[in-house]
């Protein structure tokens, strides 16, 4: 199986502050990864698929980039909306696991 | 805009038995794959279980083959989880997905809790 590490596990910024969000693959996944955001008590919420590709109604604040093994999540300028968890997940290979998580907090 | 009612949770013996289902609206349910994705208290998401739109094709992560069966009614546009030999670390929020056609996930319902406990 693919395992998918995500870091840090927690990033601290303000608001306006721009974050990076980094997803690691233990073998090459092309560029099949999604990002998911979570918050707390909610469902996850699809923002990036296929590497870079906005889901539908994803702020363009949101950007992915990467390939082979290693991913980005790039948000250009946090807004208050934007401080939750946020998950990879990788679809080049049954099972298509997800990685542990990062945790975006107010500082 | 697609719908996912999961129910079916609850509270559970360790060895016990139980099944989730999932009432989908708002999208062509026969047409697209369904996922399972737990989520342990205060953890991370664990993929768990799919099945392929007509029912073929089921994928189960390691630790509940064997113990879990997924399964759909597409008369009835309901996808449903029978977990058996349930353990304590079952124990998790279980969210019913819908596939987007390329095995990401695009719909999320809101979840069942699932507690296995004696």
């Known amino acids: 199986e693919i395992v998918l590490t995500q870091s840090p596990a927690t990033l601290s910024l303000s608001p306006g502050e721009g974050a990076t969000l980094s997803c690691r693959a233990s073998q090459s996944i092309i560029t099949y990864v999604a990002w998911y955001q979570q918050k707390p008590g909610q469902a996850p919420r699809l923002l990036i698929y296929n590497g870079s590709l906005r889901a539908t109604g994803i702020p363009s604040r949101f950007s992915g980039s990467g390939s082979g093994t290693d991913f980005t999540l790039t948000i250009s300028s946090l807004e208050p909306e934007d401080f939750a968890v946020y998950y990879c997940?990788?679809?080049?290979?049954?099972?298509?696991?997800f990685g542990g998580g990062t945790k975006v907090e107010i500082k | 805009q697609a719908q996912l009612v999961e129910s079916g949770g609850g509270v559970v013996q360790p060895g016990g038995s139980l099944r989730l289902s999932c009432a989908a609206s708002?999208?062509?349910?026969?047409?697209?794959?369904m996922h399972w994705v737990r989520q342990a208290p205060g953890k991370g998401l664990e993929w768990a279980a799919f099945?392929?739109?007509?029912?073929?094709?089921?994928y189960y992560i390691d630790s509940v083959k064997g113990r879990f069966t997924i399964s759909r009614d597409n008369s009835r546009n309901t996808v449903y989880l029978q977990m058996n030999s349930l353990r304590p670390e079952d124990t998790a929020v279980y969210y019913c997905?819908?596939?987007?056609?390329?095995?990401?996930?695009?719909?999320w319902g809101q979840g069942t809790l699932v507690t296995v406990s004696s």
């Open positions: 997905a819908k596939d987007s056609k390329t095995y990401y996930i695009d719909y």
């Open positions: 997940q990788q679809r080049s290979r049954w099972p298509p696991l």
């Open positions: 708002g999208f062509t349910f026969s047409s697209v794959g």
């Open positions: 099945i392929g739109y007509d029912g073929r094709n089921q």
